[in-house]
C-alpha cells in the first residue's frame, strides 16, 4: 500500500506539474472556483512560502534524506494508516525532490513548480498538499497509539481505562 500510494502521488504530482506548465503563464491566474481557487504559475526557489529560496540545495539534500528514512521505515509497516501516511509523505517529498534535482535553472537549484492558490495562503502544488496530509495522518496514528508495526501501544490505552 505504501508503494502504490506514494507512486499515485507522485505521478499526480508530475502530470499537473506538466498541464500547469504547458497550460497556465507566469502571472496570468486563472479563477477556478471564484477566487477561492486559482490556478496560478510560480517557480518556487525556497521551501513553503519562499522561504530559503537561498539553501535551495540544502533543501533539496534534507529532502533526499526524508525520502530515504521513509523507505527505510516503511519496512516495519504493518498499519495501513501508517502505510498511506508514509506514501503521502513519500511521493509529495520525491515529486518536490524531482523539480528541485531536474529542473531549472540547475541541479539542486531548480525550482519548484507551484500553481494552486488559495485566499491569504502560499501557492503550492499536489506534493505539498500529500506532505501536509502525511502529517496530520501522522499525527493521527500517533494519537491513536498505533505503532509502526499496527500494533497498540498498550501503555497508553492502559492510561486511558
Keep these: 500500500m505504501f508503494a502504490v500510494v506514494g507512486l499515485v502521488v507522485l505521478g499526480l504530482d508530475q502530470l499537473t506539474k506538466a498541464l500547469a506548465l504547458r497550460h497556465l503563464t507566469p502571472g496570468d ?13 510560480i517557480r518556487n526557489p525556497g521551501a513553503a ?4 529560496s537561498d539553501f535551495t ?3 533539496s539534500t534534507i529532502q533526499i534524506l526524508v525520502a530515504i528514512a ?3 521505515f516503511s519496512r516495519r509497516l504493518g498499519s495501513a494508516g501508517w502505510a498511506v501516511a ?20 540547475s541541479p539542486f537549484h531548480g ?7 488559495l485566499p491569504h495562503w502560499a501557492i503550492f502544488n499536489v506534493a505539498d498538499m500529500a506532505v501536509t496530509s502525511a502529517a496530520v495522518l501522522l499525527v493521527i496514528q500517533t ?6 508495526d499496527g500494533t ?3 501503555a497508553r490505552d492502559a492510561v486511558k481505562k
Excluded: C, M, Y
Excluded at 491566474?29 to 504559475?41: A, C, E, H, K, M
Excluded at 508514509?86 to 535553472?105: H, K, M, Q, S, Y
Excluded at 525550482?111 to 492558490?117: A, I, M
Excluded at 494519537?143 to 509502526?148: D, T
Design 57 to 59: 540545495p540544502v533543501i
Design 143 to 148: 494519537l491513536r497509539g498505533i505503532k509502526l
Design 86 to 105: 508514509f506514501g503521502f509523505l513519500f511521493g509529495g517529498a520525491v515529486g518536490n525532490i524531482t523539480d528541485r534535482v531536474f529542473r531549472e535553472p
Design 49 to 52: 512560502f519562499s522561504l530559503g
Design 70 to 72: 521513509v523507505v527505510w
Design 111 to 117: 525550482h519548484v513548480v507551484d500553481f494552486l492558490q
Design 29 to 41: 491566474p486563472v479563477d477556478v472556483i471564484g477566487t477561492f481557487l486559482r490556478f496560478n504559475l
Design 152 to 154: 497498540r501501544d498498550i
